[in-house]
């Protein structure tokens, strides 16, 4: 039985807390967190840091599930310690942050639904593409933009936090740098310093095109997808309520937590000098999709509308 360590127990390291209780041959040895918001189960360790909870547990897999910043130290830390390391997106805003450190081979970014159902044959062999669409459209309301989430600095944008799962395997599938940038950020409810619309078209070298379309103020259902256009003029939709069901059946997603088990599973194997499962996101394949965000929001046209932040 292979032992993990969860850094950060706040919202999203519920959902880790969740999937690794059911995931096969782990057990979640620890949990370092100075001051955790989720409910912890019973009888789990807590560690107020994680450079203690690594000297303390020697974890085979760890889990960092902290905000950006924090969470790209905790993980080199980790690798460095000889883990297996699954960092949750975006893991820094800073592209330059990505330098190759010793030890980086041994971190993965979490993108769960890289791992829905026909993606990995897609990231194997992929096809030419002309043409890709990332829609984004959520609704975010006050608690969401709490803590960390409430300044650029330490969370990002609307891009980093929300968009970046389409995005970034728009890109992964798509080869070239980004040429030119057309874009417009809207800045209409004041909840944050983040914003509530971002719209982008990028040119790539090539000739290739990616256009962004990414709220959190929508009032409608949920949704977040990629469609490929192919050279051939075949269309297709990467699919699901946050690209879960990538190539299937929208009605036979897997659900976020045997999604999450996968990783765990394909970063262990990976390090264990196994196969590199097609579906990883290495930390080194994280700059260029940071590159492109920065590049998206230091061109964009901002509009700040002056309407109350109820609105």
Not at 130 to 136: F, M, P, Q, S
Not at 223 to 245: I, S
Request: glycine share 8%; net charge neutral.
């Amino acid at each position: 039985m292979r032992r993990a360590l969860l850094v950060g127990a706040g919202e999203v390291g519920a959902k880790h807390v969740a999937a690794l209780a059911g995931a096969d041959a782990l057990t979640v040895a620890g949990i370092a967190d100075p001051c955790p918001l989720a409910e912890l189960p019973p009888g789990i360790p807590l560690f107020a840091s994680w450079r203690s909870a690594l000297t303390a547990l020697c974890p085979d897999l760890v889990v960092v599930a902290a905000p950006p910043g924090t969470a790209l130290t905790a993980a080199r830390d980790a690798a460095a310690a000889g883990a297996a390391v699954l960092v949750e997106k975006p893991a820094t805003t800073e592209p330059a942050a990505l330098a190759p450190q010793p030890g980086d081979e041994r971190i993965f970014v979490a993108f769960q639904p890289h791992f829905a159902p026909g993606l990995d044959e897609l990231l194997t062999w992929p096809p030419v593409i002309e043409r890709a669409e990332v829609v984004l459209a959520v609704r975010r309301d006050a608690g969401y933009f709490r803590d960390w989430r409430r300044t650029y600095a330490t969370a990002g944008g609307v891009l980093h936090q929300q968009a970046i799962h389409g995005l970034s395997l728009a890109l992964r599938l798509m080869p070239g740098d980004a040429r030119t940038v057309d874009a417009t950020v809207v800045h209409r409810r004041g909840l944050a310093e983040t914003e509530d619309h971002v719209t982008a078209e990028l040119l790539l070298t090539g000739g290739r095109t990616v256009r962004i379309d990414a709220r959190v103020d929508h009032p409608g259902p949920p949704r977040h997808h990629l469609v490929l256009h192919l050279a051939d003029g075949r269309r297709l939709p990467v699919r699901g309520r946050n690209l879960e069901a990538g190539l299937g059946d929208p009605g036979d997603a897997p659900t976020h937590e045997r999604l999450r088990r996968r990783m765990y599973a394909a970063v262990l194997d990976a390090v264990a000098e196994g196969p590199i499962h097609p579906c990883l996101f290495p930390l080194s394949a994280l700059r260029r999709p940071l590159e492109v965000i920065d590049r998206v929001y230091r061109d964009a046209r901002r509009i700040r509308a002056a309407h109350p932040a109820a609105a």
